[in-house]
């Protein structure tokens, strides 16, 4: 999608992280920007950033789990914009991480809630509009671990591979129908980004009588080796922006974790096994 200004985006999870990154970038470029999120006070102060650039920007607060609340965005942003232009379905959360046998109920259905059904309902509300003009762009904020499979990441990987696999069915759809609207999924290695705290977002009724942590198998012990690949949020935006304006799919913003997303191939391929632990985790540990 080119000629981005004037045209409206609704960014998800846009109160902090990539999501406020994409949502200073749109507004830099012109775009009104519908900012939601879950968390009120911060959604708040980002609008204020992005207005402060000189954007239209609209904040609504969204619980992108929510089939309700998702209707209401898509109300309010056709209220004060008309029908959206470009929707970046960004929100999502990570529960603890740990073995299977250790993961709660609520773990997977608090994961799944806002990662799987953000995504589902924020297709079902905008896609329509956007088939209907013709014309538009849905980025999906799937993960490497949409590519790959982590240990100890249970529902997060399920969730983003989830994610990975819906953005391709509608690449698919689109693509065999002739529709001129584009799909992205933004498969991002570590960013700098406050996912680490994203317990602070989850309900009261999925939270669960905090038990011992594992004995073995917590990828927290990793956290600073992550830290140091991180990238910042907004080089992420950039990147994003280019895929928008020059119409690609994948929107992949590390190198290396290609090896780990070949080995997989080459064991579905090769009908062998899947790579485990060590291929999986040895780009951060070597490198
Ligand atoms: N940070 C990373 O290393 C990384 C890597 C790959 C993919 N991702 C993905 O990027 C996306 C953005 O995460 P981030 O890293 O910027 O984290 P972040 O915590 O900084 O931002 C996530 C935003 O989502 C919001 N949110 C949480 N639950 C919500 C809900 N139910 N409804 C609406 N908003 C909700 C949070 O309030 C927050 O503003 C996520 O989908 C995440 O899985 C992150």
């Not at 056709?78 to 609520?106: I, Y």
């Not at 956007?130 to 849905?138: P, S, V």
């Not at 073995?216 to 895929?243: M, R």
């Amino acid at each position: 999608m080119q000629d981005l200004e004037g045209k409206t985006a609704v960014v998800t999870g846009s109160a902090s992280g990539m999501g406020l990154a994409f949502a200073e970038c749109l507004g830099s470029e012109g775009m009104n920007v519908v900012l939601a999120d879950i968390e009120e006070e911060a959604l708040r102060t980002a609008t204020a950033r992005v207005e402060a650039l000189g954007a239209n920007a609209l904040a609504v607060v969204t619980d992108v789990s929510d089939e309700a609340s998702m209707d209401h965005l898509g109300d309010a942003t056709r209220k004060a914009f008309g029908p959206a232009h470009l929707v970046c379905l960004n929100a999502g959360v990570s529960a603890p991480t740990g073995p299977m046998d250790t993961l709660t109920s609520n773990d997977w259905s608090w994961t799944l809630g806002v990662n799987l059904w953000g995504v589902i309902h924020g297709i079902r509300v905008f896609l329509p509009e956007l088939k209907a003009r013709d014309e538009g762009h849905i980025v999906v904020t799937a993960s490497v671990a949409g590519l790959t499979s982590y240990p100890w990441l249970g529902p997060y990987n399920a969730s983003k591979h989830a994610a990975t696999s819906i953005a391709e069915t509608l690449y698919s759809e689109l693509a065999d129908s002739g529709s001129k609207v584009r799909v992205s999924c933004l498969c991002p290695g570590a960013v700098a980004t406050n996912i680490g705290t994203s317990e602070r977002n989850r309900p009261k009724e999925l939270e669960d009588e905090k038990g011992p942590p594992p004995a073995q198998g917590d990828l927290s012990e990793f956290a600073d080796t992550f830290g140091g690949f991180a990238k910042p949020p907004a080089e992420i935006a950039e990147i994003v922006l280019a895929a928008i304006v020059e119409d690609r799919f994948w929107i992949e913003t590390d190198d290396y974790y290609r090896e780990p997303i070949r080995a997989r191939h080459h064991s579905i391929e090769n009908r062998t096994e899947p790579p485990a632990r060590g291929m999986i985790l040895n780009p951060y540990i070597e490198n």
